[in-house]
Nanobody, 121 residues
Framework: QVQLVESGGGLVQAGGSLKLSCAAS????????MGWYRQAPGKQRELVAS???????NYADSVKGRVTISRDNDKNTVYLQMNSLRPEDTAVYYC???????????????WGQGTQVTVSS
Protein backbone atom coordinates (compact mmCIF):
# COMPACT_ATOMS: atom_id res chain seq x y z
CA GLN A 1 0.00 0.00 0.00
CA VAL A 2 1.20 3.49 -0.93
CA GLN A 3 -0.19 6.61 0.70
CA LEU A 4 0.30 10.29 -0.13
CA VAL A 5 -0.50 12.70 2.71
CA GLU A 6 -0.76 16.42 2.00
CA SER A 7 -0.56 19.36 4.35
CA GLY A 8 -0.11 23.12 4.32
CA GLY A 9 -3.34 24.31 2.77
CA GLY A 10 -5.42 27.06 4.27
CA LEU A 11 -6.74 30.59 3.94
CA VAL A 12 -4.45 33.39 2.86
CA GLN A 13 -4.92 36.95 1.65
CA ALA A 14 -4.09 37.96 -1.90
CA GLY A 15 -0.38 38.56 -2.19
CA GLY A 16 0.41 36.12 0.58
CA SER A 17 2.28 32.83 0.56
CA LEU A 18 1.71 29.18 1.39
CA LYS A 19 3.88 26.10 1.31
CA LEU A 20 2.28 22.74 0.58
CA SER A 21 3.86 19.43 1.52
CA CYS A 22 3.15 15.89 0.39
CA ALA A 23 4.82 12.86 1.94
CA ALA A 24 4.67 9.42 0.37
CA SER A 25 4.79 6.35 2.58
CA UNK A 26 4.19 2.62 2.44
CA UNK A 27 5.75 -0.14 0.37
CA UNK A 28 7.86 2.17 -1.76
CA UNK A 29 10.72 0.97 -3.89
CA UNK A 30 11.37 4.24 -5.69
CA UNK A 31 9.61 7.38 -6.88
CA UNK A 32 10.19 8.93 -10.27
CA UNK A 33 8.04 12.02 -10.94
CA MET A 34 6.07 13.97 -8.33
CA GLY A 35 3.72 16.84 -8.95
CA TRP A 36 0.81 19.03 -8.00
CA TYR A 37 -2.55 19.43 -9.70
CA ARG A 38 -5.38 21.72 -8.73
CA GLN A 39 -9.10 21.85 -9.38
CA ALA A 40 -11.56 24.64 -8.68
CA PRO A 41 -15.34 24.01 -8.57
CA GLY A 42 -16.72 23.80 -12.10
CA LYS A 43 -13.23 23.88 -13.60
CA GLN A 44 -11.02 21.27 -15.20
CA ARG A 45 -8.17 19.77 -13.25
CA GLU A 46 -4.90 21.35 -14.28
CA LEU A 47 -1.26 20.58 -13.74
CA VAL A 48 0.46 23.17 -11.57
CA ALA A 49 3.99 21.81 -11.42
CA SER A 50 5.96 18.60 -11.69
CA UNK A 51 9.44 17.46 -10.79
CA UNK A 52 11.47 14.36 -11.55
CA UNK A 53 13.91 12.64 -9.24
CA UNK A 54 16.87 14.42 -10.83
CA UNK A 55 15.38 17.83 -10.06
CA UNK A 56 14.14 18.99 -13.46
CA UNK A 57 10.80 20.78 -13.10
CA ASN A 58 7.93 22.15 -15.19
CA TYR A 59 5.30 24.77 -14.38
CA ALA A 60 1.97 25.89 -15.73
CA ASP A 61 2.12 29.29 -17.41
CA SER A 62 -0.35 30.67 -14.89
CA VAL A 63 2.02 30.11 -11.96
CA LYS A 64 5.46 30.62 -13.48
CA GLY A 65 7.52 32.99 -11.41
CA ARG A 66 5.23 32.65 -8.39
CA VAL A 67 5.65 29.01 -7.35
CA THR A 68 8.56 26.68 -6.82
CA ILE A 69 8.36 22.91 -6.67
CA SER A 70 11.02 20.95 -4.81
CA ARG A 71 11.49 17.51 -3.32
CA ASP A 72 13.39 15.72 -0.62
CA ASN A 73 14.14 12.25 -1.91
CA ASP A 74 15.30 10.99 1.49
CA LYS A 75 11.89 11.85 2.94
CA ASN A 76 9.85 10.94 -0.16
CA THR A 77 8.33 14.40 0.09
CA VAL A 78 7.44 17.03 -2.49
CA TYR A 79 6.80 20.70 -1.72
CA LEU A 80 5.07 23.55 -3.48
CA GLN A 81 6.08 27.03 -2.35
CA MET A 82 3.48 29.53 -3.54
CA ASN A 83 4.02 33.28 -3.41
CA SER A 84 2.08 36.31 -4.63
CA LEU A 85 -1.13 34.31 -4.43
CA ARG A 86 -4.20 35.47 -6.31
CA PRO A 87 -7.90 34.69 -5.79
CA GLU A 88 -7.82 32.64 -8.99
CA ASP A 89 -5.36 30.30 -7.28
CA THR A 90 -8.20 29.14 -5.02
CA ALA A 91 -8.67 25.40 -5.56
CA VAL A 92 -8.17 21.97 -4.09
CA TYR A 93 -4.55 21.02 -4.63
CA TYR A 94 -3.73 17.36 -5.22
CA CYS A 95 -0.37 15.70 -4.91
CA UNK A 96 0.59 12.93 -7.31
CA UNK A 97 3.55 10.60 -7.60
CA UNK A 98 4.67 7.81 -9.88
CA UNK A 99 5.82 5.06 -7.55
CA UNK A 100 7.44 1.68 -7.97
CA UNK A 101 6.28 -0.52 -5.11
CA UNK A 102 8.61 -2.93 -3.38
CA UNK A 103 8.73 -6.19 -5.28
CA UNK A 104 7.30 -4.61 -8.42
CA UNK A 105 9.15 -3.35 -11.49
CA UNK A 106 6.24 -1.23 -12.75
CA UNK A 107 5.65 2.43 -11.89
CA UNK A 108 2.08 3.43 -11.10
CA UNK A 109 0.43 6.77 -10.36
CA UNK A 110 -0.85 7.58 -6.86
CA TRP A 111 -2.82 10.55 -5.58
CA GLY A 112 -3.23 12.37 -2.32
CA GLN A 113 -6.54 13.34 -0.77
CA GLY A 114 -6.21 17.00 -1.67
CA THR A 115 -5.78 20.13 0.41
CA GLN A 116 -7.86 23.29 0.13
CA VAL A 117 -6.17 26.57 -0.73
CA THR A 118 -8.34 29.67 -0.46
CA VAL A 119 -7.05 33.11 -1.44
CA SER A 120 -9.20 36.03 -0.34
CA SER A 121 -9.50 39.27 -2.29
Amino acid sequence: QVQLVESGGGLVQAGGSLKLSCAASGSIGSISAMGWYRQAPGKQRELVASIVSGGSSNYADSVKGRVTISRDNDKNTVYLQMNSLRPEDTAVYYCTATVRKLGNLKFSAYWGQGTQVTVSS
